[in-house]
């Protein structure tokens, strides 16, 4: 693919649905930008929703939670737990199997993600055989 390269701004005005099952504030991919090392979207989980089980191949993820309060259980089985809240900073290594969600019943959480992988969605590997292994 050849792009012009050139500093450009993304107003998030376009939404697309993951396979993790949320729907992600479309900012900067190589789709959108011609990134090649990394990729930014904003998330908003609606109260009391949950990922699917995933992981992402080969590749870092770092979160700051602009809002609200998310939980994660994550590891090869999901048997660790952790909840994060506005002003927190998460890192996930390649590779860690984890579910993501939102404990509130009534209140959004929102994030900043952003992953060493360009094709924000190439290296996710949904996990079905984990998804009813933690409470929904």
């Not at 191949?57 to 602009?66: C, D, G, K, L, S």
Request: proline share 6%; hydrophobic share 35%.
């Amino acid at each position: 693919m050849s792009l012009v390269r050139n500093c450009k701004v993304i107003r998030s005005s376009k939404t697309y649905h993951g396979k993790q099952g949320f729907d992600y504030g479309e900012a900067i991919s190589t789709e959108s930008v011609g990134s090649e090392g990394i990729c930014m979207h904003l998330l908003t989980i609606p109260p009391g929703q949950r990922a699917k089980a995933h992981l992402h191949e080969n590749h870092e993820t770092a979160i700051y939670m602009i809002q609200g309060k998310a939980a994660m259980w994550f590891g090869e089985k999901l048997e660790q737990h952790m909840e994060v809240e506005a002003g927190d900073f998460l890192y996930i290594p390649a590779g860690m199997p984890h579910l993501p969600y939102n404990p509130s019943e009534s209140e959004t959480c929102t994030a900043v993600i952003a992953r060493t992988d360009p094709n924000e969605q190439e290296s996710v590997v949904l996990l079905p055989e984990l998804d009813d292994i933690v409470g929904k």
